[in-house]
């Protein structure tokens, strides 16, 4: 079993930045693909960014160019950086925790953290 315990929430003024954490229990962490996701009130979550275990990021368009997503192996931890933050930014967050298997991307492993609230005053 794995807990993923997220961090960093709050309230922050449209232009701010803040940083959100997630800290996964266990021993998995280094071969999982990690993710953020958020989901506001009335819409369905969707993906904010994720990080592979080799590394590799994506983001979504709505967040790229001002959120960087990394990854400390030795701490289990993730790190998911927003800047110039806008009031569409709020939401819960999420951290996912997720392990495939390499040949056929079957999923054997997926975790949700209880998300963290992020709210962007105008």
């Known amino acids: 079993q794995v807990q993923l315990v997220e961090s960093g929430g709050g309230l922050v003024q449209a232009g701010g930045s803040l940083r959100l954490s997630c800290t996964a229990s266990?021993?998995?962490?280094?071969?999982?693909?990690m993710g953020w996701y958020r989901q506001a009130p009335g819409k369905q979550r969707e993906l904010v960014a994720v990080?592979?275990?080799?590394?590799?990021?994506s983001y979504s368009d709505s967040v790229k160019g001002r959120t960087t997503l990394s990854r400390d192996n030795a701490k289990n931890t993730v790190y998911l950086q927003m800047g110039s933050l806008k009031p569409e930014d709020t939401a819960v967050y999420y951290c996912?925790?997720?392990?495939?298997?390499?040949?056929?991307?079957?999923?054997?492993?997926?975790?949700w953290g209880q998300g963290t609230q992020v709210t962007v005053s105008s």
């Open positions: 996912n925790l997720q392990v495939k298997t390499p040949n056929t991307g079957r999923v054997l492993v997926d975790y």
């Open positions: 266990g021993s998995i962490f280094s071969s999982a693909t």
């Open positions: 990080v592979t275990s080799g590394g590799s990021t």
